[in-house]
């Protein structure tokens, strides 16, 4: 799997636009870029994947560059519940069972009132 | 309605003992997995399973044995009990096709004294 770079930690106010990065400049033509997040103290949560088109669902958008060695994760209106730590996985879609998603240390986003 | 449910939420037990995790989904998916979150929160995959069938087993020692009754079900067993073993353990499952898509419980968090 490609590796990901992405900030420890960032913060954003409440109502605002929460823009997080993540590098993965290794990345092969048919890796996808996944972003889970963690609660505190709960199980991660699937958010969003792409390939190399923007993609956005009802948590968040996925923009991915052109060259797709970066892509940003937006949560367009972070509210405080959107505080905890977010992951950027990149994966090949595996066709037969037997995923292992690597989790690195992620970026810790904050959301302050 | 939960999706993907734990029992126990959490265990406390003392060394050498033997305690078992129990996981269910209903969410109908194929695939179910183990993660080890340790104190430096990094979240490491250790088994899956397919239709109640191996799939994946990381380096995990042999004191560690899941089961799955059915696919609907992994639990995990753990043999003579060790401190490094306190951690939180995660449950999850994906369904068939999009196993990267994965759905956590809320976690075991396992303290061993």
């Known amino acids: 799997d490609a590796k990901t770079t992405q900030p420890p930690s960032m913060d954003c106010a409440e109502g605002r636009a929460a823009n997080l990065p993540c590098n993965h400049s290794t990345i092969s033509g048919n890796e996808y870029v996944y972003w889970y997040r963690q609660i505190h103290s709960q199980g991660p949560q699937y958010i969003i994947h792409g390939l190399k088109n923007n993609e956005t669902n009802e948590m968040a958008s996925l923009i991915i560059t052109e060259d797709r060695k970066s892509s940003t994760l937006i949560l367009p209106h972070a509210t405080l519940r959107d505080t905890a730590v977010y992951y950027c996985?990149?994966?090949?879609?595996?066709?037969?069972?037997?995923?292992?998603?690597?989790f690195g240390e992620g970026t810790q986003l904050t959301v302050n009132p | 309605d939960t999706a993907v449910s734990q029992t126990p939420k959490y265990l406390v037990t003392q060394m050498g003992n033997d305690k078992s995790i129990k996981c269910e989904q209903n969410l109908g998916h194929d695939t179910m997995y183990w993660y080890k979150q340790d104190s430096k929160k990094f979240l490491k995959i250790m088994f899956s399973?397919?239709?109640?069938?191996?799939?994946i087993n990381e380096t995990v020692p042999n004191r560690f044995s899941p089961k799955s009754p059915d696919k609907a079900h992994l639990n995990l067993h753990i043999n003579s009990l060790e401190l490094g073993d306190s951690a939180v353990y995660f449950c999850?499952?994906?369904?068939?096709?999009?196993?990267?898509?994965?759905?956590f419980g809320p976690g075991t968090r396992l303290t061993v004294l």
């Open positions: 999850a499952s994906s369904p068939t096709n999009s196993y990267n898509e994965q759905f």
């Open positions: 399973y397919n239709n109640k069938e191996l799939i």
């Open positions: 996985i990149v994966r090949v879609v595996l066709e037969t069972s037997g995923s292992r998603l690597t």
